[in-house]
């Protein structure tokens, strides 16, 4: 494991990624051509290069991250970006689609960073994290008793957040999002397709905002 003072520090020795994540073909080849957009976490600028790249996207884009570098090296690649803390509670602006890929995992109140983009979207958010539920993970746990995604390479810190397929769902309506669909990324050969909870290491939840009214009175109803 390689440790890192802080994500300036980690970006400036990470350097670019060269691999085209499934996440990112799949939020691409579902997102239309129009609207606006906001990559939160955005490293540096990665997925909005390839949007912009590959599908030669009609949607105005923008990148938000807590490091200063990050940021920099995404407004290099030539989008809007700023330098935005999660834990603040709120993003500078509305967006009709939100994207949020490996980064949830790494805040222990996650659920600031999720409430700051429901409040920011009005169509969808995109979010993809680690799957506890994989098989492999699984069965590391049952057979070796080692606890999944323990030691990472080049990552700041350990994960401090860990979902299921099932766990995410009934966390993201507790937090005023209704999952539209969970789509495994990467997992166990060809078959990761067949079943998102069990057999994809990472998944891709598409969220939508549940109405405030509705969300109110579910919550009222389960207290009484």
């Known amino acids: 494991m390689r440790d890192f003072s802080d994500y300036d520090d980690y970006w ?4 670019e990624i060269r691999i085209i994540f499934g996440r990112w073909r799949l939020t691409a080849d579902t997102l239309p051509d ?9 490293g540096t ?3 909005l290069t390839y949007l912009r790249d590959h599908r030669n996207s009609g949607l105005t884009m923008k990148g938000v991250d807590g490091s200063e570098n990050s940021v920099r090296m995404t407004r290099q690649r030539g989008f809007d970006a700023e330098v935005v803390n999660l834990m603040s509670g709120a993003l500078p602006e509305k967006a009709d689609f939100l994207t949020c ?4 995992e790494h805040i222990p109140d996650a659920e600031v960073a999720l409430r700051a983009m ?48 099932r766990d995410f769902r009934q966390w993201a309506e507790a937090n005023g999002l209704r999952l539209v669909r969970a789509r495994g990324t990467r997992g166990l050969g060809p078959l990761y397709r067949l079943s998102a909870s069990l057999l994809s290491a990472t998944v891709l939840y598409e969220l939508e905002p549940i109405p405030q009214s509705t969300h109110t009175a579910s919550h009222a109803g389960e207290a009484s």
Request: net charge positive; glycine share 10%; proline share 3%.
């Open 12 to 15: 400036n020795q990470r350097g």
């Open 34 to 42: 129009s609207g606006s957009l906001i990559d939160v976490g955005c």
């Open 45 to 47: 600028g990665e997925f």
């Open 101 to 104: 890929f490996e980064v949830l």
């Open 118 to 165: 429901r409040d920011a979207c009005r169509k969808r958010i995109f979010i993809s994290v680690p799957n506890v539920g994989y098989i492999g993970c699984r069965v590391r746990l049952a057979l070796f008793g080692r606890f999944p995604l323990t030691t990472c390479v080049m990552h700041i810190k350990e994960h401090v957040r860990f979902w299921t397929v």
